[in-house]
């Protein structure tokens, strides 16, 4: 799964690259995104600024209404569920990162493990969304099996989208996007660092 990620362009570079347009009131968004916390997102041809996660409205033992947890992935054999597959079939969008990170090492001492595509200063990551009462428009990442050199990192990565596979994800068909939904089959680079995996990051969160 994926709980933090980069994305070290500005709002006008990634308009640039994406051929999309700044949304009114811009987008504002931290270098490393977490869970819970804004990120951006192309949707609509727009750049624009949502929270990364669906919000999971659970209950207290009293059954009052906690803190909604953010649900930041989506897996692709779950996108038929009712949590997803309104947004899958009307809601899907382009998720500009440059690098997505993964936890390495014994428990208590687990460090970031940075994945990222060779000589790409900037990728995209299939995503949904959706609007919601917490937090506005919100969306999640879409995560399938892990392939490659992404495999010795974790068991899933993230639907990674070649430029030529930007408007069928987007536009097409909910069939034609699933079939979008496999393992990168290029090249990905590892850059296991000394840096903790705890330091301001959310608790990892199972998948619906």
């Known amino acids: 799964m994926c709980n ?9 570079e990634v308009a640039a690259w994406f051929e999309a347009i700044e949304a009114l009131g811009g987008a504002n968004f931290g270098e490393e995104v977490y869970p819970g916390y804004p990120g951006a997102v192309v949707a609509g041809g727009a750049v624009r600024q949502m929270t990364w996660g669906f919000p999971l409205v659970l209950k207290g ?6 803190k909604p947890k953010p649900v930041n992935n989506a897996r692709t054999d ?3 569920s009712f949590f997803w597959k ?11 990162i440059t690098a997505w990170a993964e936890a390495e090492g014994a428990k208590g001492q687990k460090t970031r493990s940075w994945m990222s595509l060779p000589d790409a200063e900037l990728f995209a990551c299939a995503g949904v969304w959706r609007k919601s009462d917490e937090w506005g428009d919100c969306y999640s990442m879409v995560m399938t099996d892990a392939a490659g050199a992404a495999a010795e990192v974790h ?8 430029p030529e596979n930007y408007a069928v994800w987007t536009g097409g068909s909910p069939q034609e996007a699933r079939e979008l939904c496999v393992p990168w089959p290029g090249e990905v680079v590892i850059d296991r660092t000394d840096q903790p995996w705890t330091r301001g990051a959310a608790v990892q969160k199972d998948l619906l």
């Open 4 to 12: 933090l990620y980069r994305m070290t362009k500005n709002k006008d």
């Open 61 to 66: 033992k009293q059954g009052q209404p906690l």
């Open 78 to 80: 779950k996108l038929d």
């Open 86 to 96: 309104h947004s899958f079939s009307d809601r899907r969008c382009l998720i500009p």
């Open 155 to 162: 068991t899933r990565m993230p639907v990674i989208l070649a």
